[in-house]
C-alpha cells in the first residue's frame, strides 16, 4: 500500500545525524555514557530495580540543588515543565505573583502564572540587566505577594542574577520564592538551602550533560505547605506534585509511567556530577568562560554583559557593525560543525548567543569556536 500523505512509507533513510559540537544555549553535548546508559534495556516502571534508581536520582539531585528537601523529583517535561510544574502547584487563581522579568524566560514564567488564574504583578529590567534587592523589596512592600518568581541564569541575555538575600526579602513579607535554575544547575553555584530557594527547577539538557526530556525540581518546607494547604486541586493534572510525589515517595502509586530511558539517562549525568564534584565542576565552567571571553576579545568582539554579573554558561557577544550575524552562524555549522545561536527578544540580530554547558564546556570547544570565529569574520 502507497502512503496516502507522501513518499512510499519504505523510502524514508535510517537516521543520519552528525556529531555536531554544541555551543548554543541547549542542548548542550551529551556525555559518552550518558548516551550509553541511555541504550540500557528498559525494565517496569514499578520495577525493584527501577525504584532503586529513582531513590538514588533523588539522592544525587539533592546533592545537585544542595538541598535537604525531601520533595526533590525530576519531573518528565523539559525544563519548560518543571517551571509550569513550579507556577501551577504554588499558584490558585487570584493569588499574588510578582515576576522579576529581565529577558525572556522571566516573559513565560509570566504568562504561565496568568494562565494559572494569579494576580500577576512585574518589575521589568532592560535585557542584560539584574536585579537589586531592594528593587524586589520595593516591588512587595507596594503589593505583598505570595509567591515572587525569579531567574537565576537569563538564558537569553547571558545575565547572571544574585540571589543573596531575595530569599530573606522574601520571607520577611511571608512570600516564597522560585528560582529558574535551569542554566546554573550543574555549571554555576546553585545553593537551594543556603540560599533559602522554596521552589527551584531545572532541566536536563543545559548543564547537566544530560539530552531534553526531564526537569529537576525541588520543594521546600514552607513550599510543601502551601501545597498540603491548597483550596483546590491543581489545575495541571499531569504536573501535579500532590499525586505525582506519591509516585516517587514510598506509597509508588501510579499516576505516569516515568521516561525509562530519560531517567538512566539522568542518573549517569549525575553519577558524572558528582564524580567530577560539584566545586570542581563550577571552577571548570567559569575557567572555560574565562578562556572563551579573552578569546572573544582578543578577536575585537564586544562581550554584552559586564564582568560583574556576567553568566559562564551562556556568554553574549555583540554583532559588530555590518556583519550579517546569521551568515555567520551558517558557516560555524556549515563550515565547522559548530552550533550557536543569534538573540531572542530585544537582542534578537544583535547578539550571538555561546553557550559552554556540562559536556560543552571544555577547553579544546572554546579554541575551535574561536579559530573559525577569527577564520569567518578576519578572512579576506
Ligand atoms: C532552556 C530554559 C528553560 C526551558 O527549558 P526547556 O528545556 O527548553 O523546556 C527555562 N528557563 C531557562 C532560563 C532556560 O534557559
Not at 522579568?101 to 494559572?116: D, S, V
Not at 556576567?310 to 553574549?316: A, C
Not at 559536556?359 to 577564520?375: G, I, K
Request: hydrophobic share 40%.
Amino acid at each position: 500500500m502507497g502512503n496516502p500523505a507522501g513518499p512510499q512509507p519504505t523510502s524514508y533513510p535510517a537516521l543520519d545525524i552528525p556529531e555536531r559540537i554544541l555551543l548554543g544555549p541547549g542542548p548542550s553535548m551529551v556525555h559518552p555514557r550518558v548516551l550509553q546508559a541511555m541504550s540500557t534495556p528498559l525494565v517496569g516502571h514499578l520495577d525493584p530495580k527501577f525504584i532503586e534508581i529513582m531513590d538514588r536520582i533523588q539522592g544525587l539531585l539533592r546533592y545537585a540543588f544542595q538541598t535537604g528537601n525531601p520533595l526533590t523529583i525530576p519531573v518528565s517535561g523539559t525544563g519548560s515543565a518543571a517551571m509550569e510544574a513550579a507556577i501551577a502547584n504554588m499558584v490558585e487563581p487570584g493569588d499574588s505573583v510578582l515576576v522579576c522579568i529581565n529577558g525572556y524566560f522571566g516573559l513565560r514564567l509570566a504568562e504561565m502564572a496568568r494562565r494559572y488564574g494569579a494576580d500577576v504583578l512585574t518589575i521589568t529590567r532592560p535585557w542584560g540587566e539584574v536585579f537589586t534587592v531592594a528593587e524586589v523589596q520595593q516591588a512587595m512592600q507596594a503589593h505583598p505577594p505570595k509567591v515572587v518568581a525569579i531567574v537565576q541564569a537569563e538564558t537569553s541575555t547571558g545575565a547572571q542574577q544574585p540571589l543573596d538575600e531575595i530569599a530573606r526579602v522574601v520571607h520577611a513579607r511571608s512570600a516564597i520564592l522560585i528560582v529558574d535554575a535551569v542554566t546554573s544547575l550543574g555549571g554555576v553555584p546553585v545553593r537551594v538551602d543556603e540560599v533559602g530557594i522554596d521552589v527551584c527547577y531545572s532541566g536536563t539538557q543545559k548543564c547537566l550533560g544530560c539530552p531534553p526530556g526531564l526537569g529537576p525540581i525541588t520543594v521546600g518546607p514552607r513550599a510543601e505547605e502551601i501545597l498540603s494547604t491548597r483550596s483546590r486541586p491543581v489545575a495541571n493534572w499531569y504536573l501535579d506534585l500532590t499525586i505525582v510525589q506519591k509516585y516517587w515517595g514510598k506509597e509508588r502509586t501510579y499516576h505516569h509511567t516515568a521516561p525509562i530511558s530519560s531517567n538512566f539517562a539522568l542518573y549517569e549525568g549525575l553519577r558524572i556530577v558528582a564524580e567530577e564534584g560539584l566545586e570542581a565542576r563550577w571552577a571548570r565552567h567559569r575557567r572555560n568562560a574565562e578562556r572563551l571571553w579573552t578569546g572573544l576579545e582578543a578577536l575585537d568582539l564586544t562581550l554584552h554583559i559586564p564582568l560583574s554579573h556576567r553568566l559562564p554558561t551562556l556568554t553574549t557577544v555583540r554583532v559588530p557593525e555590518g556583519v550579517d550575524e546569521a551568515q555567520v552562524r551558517r558557516a560555524l555549522l556549515e563550515d565547522f560543525n559548530i552550533e550557536i545561536a543569534g538573540g531572542l527578544g530585544e537582542l534578537k540580530g544583535k547578539v550571538w548567543r555561546i553557550g559552554l554547558m556540562g559536556h560543552s564546556s571544555t577547553p579544546e570547544n572554546v579554541d575551535l569556536l574561536l579559530n573559525a570565529l577569527d577564520r569567518i569574520l578576519h578572512s579576506p
